[in-house]
């Protein structure tokens, strides 16, 4: 079945350090990925959703500076937490859409970042 | 906006018992409804929905019924197994799935034998 890959799984860096975490569609072209933020005992909580050469939409109070989300590919998001700090360790998701409507999206296996 | 309300968890139950997770939802419109889960270091994976009132979801002996009435979409199962054990959450979608989505917090369930 359709598999989506995120990169890395972990990671753990000082505040002030920009990280970027990848989202890759393997066996499928996403013309939308959706980026997810997860804080510990809470619901996902939808950040962006990325359109495929175009501009990311952000949900609201979601910084867009600080949460920079680029979809230069059909297989490929990436999500850069710029100068990251402690309020910035969380658990973040994407998800994949197929663009059949009776098709699921398919998420990643999530990325923990957390800040020193 | 759309909200999804799930049953705190963590849920431990023995082996062969029966499951109820609740849920119910507020949207406008029409939404669709999913049940996933999350076993242990592994993503979410679709486990079932339904897309309109009174459809019945169901996969893996898991069964959901979208009831519009008193919109909720409670997960159930009758007899659970150990590998059953993992993070459920409840979501809806405005859209079929395939548009974002609105999750609940999410229900540990451990099943021990």
């Known amino acids: 079945g359709a598999v989506v890959s995120q990169h890395p799984s972990w990671v753990i860096c000082k505040s002030g350090t920009s990280v970027k975490i990848e989202c890759r569609s393997l066996?499928?072209?996403?013309?939308?990925m959706f980026w997810y933020r997860q804080f510990p005992k809470q619901s996902l909580m939808l950040m962006a959703t990325?359109?495929?050469?175009?501009?990311?939409?952000?949900e609201q109070g979601v910084e867009k500076d600080k949460f920079l989300i680029n979809h230069a590919s059909l297989t490929l998001s990436t999500l850069t937490v710029t100068s990251a700090h402690p309020e910035d360790s969380s658990f973040y998701i994407c998800?994949?859409?197929?663009?059949?409507?009776?098709?699921?999206?398919?998420f990643g296996d999530g990325t923990r970042l957390s800040i020193l | 906006g759309d909200s999804v309300t799930q049953m705190e968890g963590p849920v431990t139950l023995s082996e062969e018992a029966f499951l109820t997770i609740n849920c119910t939802y507020t949207?406008?419109?029409?939404?669709?409804l999913f049940w996933y889960v999350q076993y242990p270091g592994e993503g979410l994976q679709l486990l079932l929905k339904?897309?309109?009132?009174?459809d019945k979801g169901s996969n893996k002996g898991f069964e959901a019924t979208y009831r519009k009435e008193t919109t909720s979409f409670h997960l159930e199962k009758g007899s659970v197994q150990v590998s059953d054990s993992a993070v459920y959450f409840c979501a809806l979608s405005d859209r079929g799935g395939n548009e974002k989505l609105t999750f609940g917090t999410g229900t540990r369930l451990t099943i021990i034998p």
């Open positions: 339904a897309t309109k009132a009174d």
């Open positions: 990325s359109n495929e050469g175009s501009k990311a939409t952000y």
């Open positions: 998800s994949a859409n197929t663009g059949y409507s009776n098709q699921p999206q398919h």
């Open positions: 949207a406008t419109g029409y939404p669709s």
């Open positions: 066996d499928f072209q996403a013309t939308t």
